[in-house]
C-alpha cells in the first residue's frame, strides 16, 4: 500500500513506471529496517561490500564502472521552454525532443529491477525552507546514499501532505552505456531525469541536480539563492561565532575548509571552527534584513585521495561510521579502505578502484579513482555545528569566492562593496579537476563556483545576485572576499600551507567584516597589510606572504582581455555594472 494518498505523487508514479516496467515497487519508509535489509541485499549481489565492523562500523564499499567516475557535464542539460533561458552555459534542448528521447531509453528500463520510490527533503522535514523531491530509481546503492545524503521516509510525505509542490526525479542504471548517459533538468516542470550512470552526482538527485540547478531556478523566482557554497562558523577566544560560506569550484577545498581544524596555537587561544555544511548553501533574507544561510543536506559527499590525520581529521573521523566508500582501494589485509594520501602506507594486499588485484608498495597505478568518494552522515562530523539542524540557518558575515589559480589570484583580497563582491565572484575562475569527466588542470571561468550548476541564464543569475542588494539594507549584506590557496612557486609547489592553516586568512576576513583590522588598498580590491596576518607557526615567512599578496598587472591584464571575451558571450543579458566593473578593473592596472 503506497504510503501516501497525493494524487499528484501517485499519478506520476504510475506514469514512471508504466514506462520504466519494473517488477517491483519499493517505498523507502526511512526506518533502520529497511536500510539493514537494503545493505544485506546489496552485499549479496556484489553491488556493496561490507567492510570490518570492528574498525569501520556500518560502512561499505562500491564500486562504479569504469567509464562513470564523474559528473558529465557535456551530457547535463537545462531543458526550458526557451533556449535562452538555459544561457551560454548550459547544454539545451527543446523540452518535447528530449522528453521523447529519454522516453527511448526508459521504456523497459527497469524490467527485471525493483524501482525504489524515495521521498526526501531537502532541509529539516517540516521546517518553512524545506523543498521536497521523490526520486525513483533502480539503484539500492543510490537508496542507501539518498538516506545518508538527504533526510528520507515516510515523515517527507506526510510533510509534503496533498501538496503537488515536489521536485519530481526518475533515475535508471539502464545499462550504463556512457553514448546514451543524460542528466536532464526540467526548471519549469520541476522535473530532472538520469539515465545510465551510476556516479553520484549524476544520480543522487537531490544534491546538484535538485538543490542547485532546480533550486537556482525556484530561488530565483522566489528571491532566494542556491550556491554551491560551504557554510562554517568560526568562533575567536571570545566565544563569538561569526558565519561565513565560501564557494570554491569542485574538488578546491569545501568540505576541508568546512571541517578546520586550527593551527596549535590558535586552538590553545580558544579558536574554533563549526562545520554547518560542505558544499551547498540555500540562502535568504532574514527578518533582520541579514543573509541567513541553510545546508539542505545531511550527509557529506566528499573527495577520498588527499583526506588524512593531518590534512582533514575530522572528515576522517566522519567516515569512521555508517559510511559508504565509492571507487577507493580495498585493503584485503583487515577489510578497510586506503586512498592515496591516507598515509604513506598502502596495503600490499589490495583491490584496486577498476577491481583489479593492486599492489600499493610496487604498482606505479594509482589505487583509488583521484575523483572517489566517501558518503558519511553530518552527524558524525566531530565539529558538526549545533546550528546545523537550525531550519533558519546561519546569518552570514562573509561570502568568500576562491579557486586553484597557480600565478594570477592572491591568498585574499576584499571587494569593495556589495556590485564588486558580484563581479569578483562573476570572474572566478580554477584549473579544472577530477571531479568532472574532462581535461584535468586546464583554467576555466567558473562564476560563483556555479557554471556546471546553474539552472537558468548565467547573466540573469548575476543580475539576481545584484538585486538581492535592494531586498535589504547594504550594509546588512555580507562582505565578499576572494581567496586562493593554490598559489604556487616556479616548481609547481604549493606556496601556502592551506587546511588548517587558512584560518590564518579567515581571522583576517572576520576581523574585516567587524572593523577590527585595517587593509590596503590594490586594484583588485582590499588586501591585508602583511603584519597583520598571522604566521606563527605556520612555516611561511614574511617575503614568502608578500608574494602570496602580490598582484602581477600583466597577468591581470591578460585576465582581463580572457574575462573580456568571456563576457561577450552573454550578450545583453550581461548587467551592465559587471561590464563597468571590468572597465574600471582594467583602468585600476594600468
Ligand atoms: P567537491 O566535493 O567536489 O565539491 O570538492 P570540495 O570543494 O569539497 O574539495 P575538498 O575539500 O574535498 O578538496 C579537494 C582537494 O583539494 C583534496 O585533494 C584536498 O586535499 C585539496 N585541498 C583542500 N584544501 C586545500 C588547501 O588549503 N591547500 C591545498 N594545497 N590543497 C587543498
Ligand atoms: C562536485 O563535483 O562539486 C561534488 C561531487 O560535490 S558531485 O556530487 O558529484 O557533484
Ligand atoms: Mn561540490
Not at 516496467?21 to 561490507?50: F, H, N, Y
Not at 530532472?192 to 538527485?205: E, F, P, Q, R, T
Not at 569545501?254 to 586550527?262: E, H, R, S, V
Not at 583487515?334 to 604513506?344: A, H, P, Q
Request: proline share 6%; glycine share 8%.
Amino acid at each position: 500500500m503506497a504510503p501516501t494518498k497525493n494524487r499528484a505523487v501517485l499519478d506520476w508514479i504510475a506514469d514512471m513506471a508504466a514506462m520504466t516496467q519494473p517488477d517491483q515497487m519499493v517505498w523507502i519508509d526511512g526506518s533502520q529496517e529497511q536500510i539493514d535489509a537494503l545493505r544485506a541485499q546489496a552485499c549479496a549481489t556484489g553491488e556493496l561490500e561490507k567492510l570490518n565492523e570492528e574498525l569501520l562500523p556500518d560502512c561499505y564499499l562500491h564500486r562504479t564502472a569504469v567509464n562513470d567516475v564523474a559528473r558529465v557535464e557535456d551530457r547535463t542539460f537545462i531543458c526550458s521552454r526557451r533556449e535562452e533561458d538555459a544561457g551560454p552555459t548550459n547544454h539545451w534542448m527543446a523540452p518535447d525532443e528530449m522528453y521523447a528521447k529519454l522516453r527511448r531509453l526508459y521504456t523497459g528500463a527497469m524490467k527485471g529491477r525493483t524501482m525504489y520510490i524515495i521521498p526526501y527533503s531537502m532541509g529539516v522535514v517540516g521546517s518553512p525552507f524545506a523543498q521536497y523531491g521523490i526520486e525513483l530509481t533502480d539503484s539500492i546503492y543510490v537508496v542507501l546514499n539518498m538516506c545518508i545524503m538527504t533526510r528520507v521516509g515516510n515523515a517527507v510525505l506526510e510533510a509534503l501532505g496533498d501538496s503537488p509542490d515536489y521536485v519530481k526525479g526518475l533515475h535508471a542504471k539502464a545499462d550504463l552505456d556512457p553514448e546514451n548517459r543524460y542528466i536532464v533538468h526540467f526548471p519549469e516542470d520541476n522535473t530532472i531525469m538520469s539515465v545510465n550512470s551510476g556516479y553520484g552526482g549524476n544520480v543522487l538527485l537531490g544534491k546538484k541536480c535538485f538543490a542547485l540547478r532546480i533550486a537556482s531556478y525556484l530561488g530565483r523566482k522566489q528571491g532566494w539563492m542556491a550556491e554551491h557554497m560551504l557554510i562554517l562558523g568560526v568562533q575567536n577566544p571570545a566565544g563569538e561565532v561569526r558565519y561565513l560560506a565560501a564557494a570554491f569550484p569542485s574538488a578546491c577545498g569545501k568540505t576541508n575548509l568546512a571541517m578546520l581544524i586550527p593551527p596549535e596555537h590558535y586552538r590553545k587561544a580558544g579558536w574554533k571552527v563549526w562545520c554547518v555544511g560542505d558544499d551547498i548553501a540555500w540562502i535568504r533574507v532574514g527578518e533582520d534584513g541579514r543573509l541567513w544561510a541553510m545546508n539542505p543536506e545531511n550527509g557529506f559527499f566528499g573527495v577520498a585521495p588527499g583526506t588524512n590525520e593531518k590534512s582533514n581529521p575530522n572528515a576522517l573521523h566522519t567516515t569512521q561510521r555508517g559510511t559508504i566508500f565509492t571507487n577507493v582501494v580495498h585493503n584485503l589485509d583487515n577489510n578497510t579502505v586506503w586512498w592515496e594520501g591516507l598515509d604513506k602506507n598502502p596495503p600490499e594486499h589490495a583491490v584496486d578502484w577498476k577491481g583489479n588485484p593492486w599492489n600499493g608498495k610496487t604498482s606505479s597505478e594509482k589505487g583509488a579513482h583521484p575523483n572517489s568518494r566517501f558518503t558519511a552522515p553530518a552527524r558524525n562530523c566531530p565539529c558538526i555545528s549545533p546550528e546545523f539542524e537550525n531550519p533558519h540557518g546561519v546569518p552570514l558575515s562573509a561570502i568568500v569566492f576562491g579557486g586553484r589559480r597557480a600565478r594570477t589570484a592572491p591568498l585574499v583580497y576584499q571587494a569593495r562593496d556589495w556590485e564588486h563582491g558580484v563581479f569578483v565572484g562573476s570572474i572566478m575562475a580554477s584549473e579544472t579537476t577530477a571531479a568532472a569527466a574532462g581535461a584535468v588542470g586546464v583554467v576555466r571561468r567558473d562564476p560563483m563556483a556555479m557554471f556546471p550548476f546553474c539552472g537558468y541564464h548565467m547573466g540573469d543569475y548575476w543580475q539576481h545576485w545584484l538585486d538581492m542588494e535592494q531586498c535589504t539594507d547594504a550594509a546588512k549584506l555580507p562582505k565578499i572576499f576572494n581567496v586562493n590557496w593554490f598559489r604556487t612557486d616556479d616548481e609547481g609547489h604549493f606556496l601556502w600551507p592551506g587546511f588548517g592553516d587558512n584560518l590564518r586568512v579567515l581571522e583576517w576576513i572576520m576581523k574585516r567584516c567587524f572593523d577590527e583590522v585595517d587593509a590596503d588598498e590594490t586594484p583588485l580590491g582590499y588586501e591585508p597589510r602583511p603584519e597583520d596576518i598571522d604566521l606563527e607557526d605556520s612555516g611561511v615567512d614574511l617575503e614568502t606572504l608578500r608574494g602570496l599578496l602580490s598582484v602581477d598587472r600583466d597577468l591581470w591584464l591578460e585576465d582581463v582581455a580572457a574575462i573580456r571575451s568571456f563576457y561577450a558571450k552573454f550578450g545583453d543579458k550581461l548587467p551592465p555594472v559587471l561590464a563597468q566593473e571590468l572597465d574600471a578593473l582594467e583602468a585600476r592596472l594600468k
